[in-house]
């Protein structure tokens, strides 16, 4: 599957801090695969079916990957509802 571009034009201990802030939106913290926690850092793409946040103009789809099996889960199957905005800092 191709990857849309990625929006990496940040360091990636800002991404680790824009993530924990992402993470308190979330309500399922172990893979539902294999039990396992997320990695710190969360990816991320401009995309229309994503959320909006404070962090950039367009709508962006946000994943976590699992630390163990390395599926890369959306968080809208993390428990977080796609019409609420992501207020980042
Ligand atoms: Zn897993």
């Avoid at 849309?4 to 695969?33: A, G, R, V």
């Avoid at 994503?50 to 099996?69: A, E, N, Q, R, V």
């Amino acid at each position: 599957m191709k990857k849309m571009q990625l929006l990496d034009n940040y360091s990636h201990e800002f991404n680790e801090s824009i993530s924990n802030q992402i993470k308190k939106y979330i309500t399922i913290e172990q893979c539902k695969f294999c039990g396992g926690g997320f990695l710190s850092y969360a990816g991320y793409y401009k995309h229309d079916g994503g959320w909006m946040t404070s962090l950039y103009p367009d709508k962006i789809w946000i994943w976590f990957t699992c630390d163990k099996c390395g599926h890369q889960w959306s968080i809208s199957h993390l428990g977080v509802k796609r019409d609420i905005e992501i207020n980042i800092h």
